[in-house]
């Protein structure tokens, strides 16, 4: 079955200092892979995206993500959050349809000043 | 482009009653997807729609059903509201097929649903 893993539930960062959030998948081909972020009161917004091609992906916002085969993962980062970065992110796979998303648990980011 | 519209965005009801949750999406956009989102389960899929079809289905009571419209609107329902369907619902739309599409959904706030 295929599963999506988010290790980190809740990271604090200091504003200006580097961020990232660990993404972990089973899946048995090729993934489609997603970052999406929600803020408190708010849908999900599309952060980056991979399907296939170069394994780093550039996304809005400054972030970035890379694709590693070998290690099941697609890892999130930024390289200087501001305080406007806090909020949740999820991590997802794509099920075979394009409306179909398996999340992760989420991690919630908390910037500190 | 306005984005995706759900109504309404909270209500309350008690155990028993049904509700049903409207959902608009973004104009040319003929896919619309439901998830679930609580605290406990975080976000679960709980339906696809396409062309009025229902394309995917995911791991949820017969208690939640819903449909499209035409007009690419959708609806849900649950039934018999059970304590654990407080969550919030979200509902997200894409152009599904063609080059428009480019894997992302496009979310809508939410419908809040609290049952006492």
């Known amino acids: 079955a295929q599963s999506v893993t988010q290790p980190d539930i809740h990271i604090t960062v200091s504003e200006g200092a580097s961020l990232e959030l660990r993404c972990n998948y089973s899946y048995g081909a090729t993934p489609y892979l997603f970052w999406y972020v929600q803020s408190p009161g708010q849908g999900l917004q599309l952060l980056l995206k991979?399907?296939?091609?170069?394994?780093l992906v550039q996304g809005i916002k400054g972030f970035e993500a890379e694709f590693k085969r070998s290690q099941s993962s697609f890892n999130l980062r930024k390289p200087s959050v501001h305080w406007s970065d806090a909020a949740e992110y999820f991590c997802?796979?794509?099920?075979?349809?394009?409306?179909?998303?398996?999340f992760g648990a989420g991690t919630q980011v908390v910037v500190t000043p | 482009k306005a984005g995706v519209t759900q109504t309404p965005r909270y209500l309350i009801k008690t155990r028993g009653q049904q509700v049903t949750l409207s959902c608009s999406p973004i104009?040319?956009?003929?896919?619309v997807s439901w998830y679930q989102q609580t605290p406990g389960q975080g976000l679960q899929f709980l339906f696809e729609?396409?062309?009025?079809?229902?394309?995917n289905k995911g791991n949820f009571p017969g208690r939640f059903s819903g449909r499209q419209f035409s007009n690419s609107r959708s609806e849900m329902n649950v039934s018999t509201l059970e304590l654990g369907d407080s969550a919030l619902y979200l509902c997200a739309s894409s152009p599904h097929r063609g080059a428009e599409n480019t894997g992302e959904l496009f979310f809508g706030e939410g419908s809040r649903l609290t049952v006492l």
């Open positions: 997802a796979v794509g099920e075979g349809s394009w409306g179909k998303l398996q």
């Open positions: 991979y399907f296939s091609g170069d394994t």
């Open positions: 104009s040319g956009h003929r896919s």
């Open positions: 729609y396409f062309s009025e079809t229902q394309r």
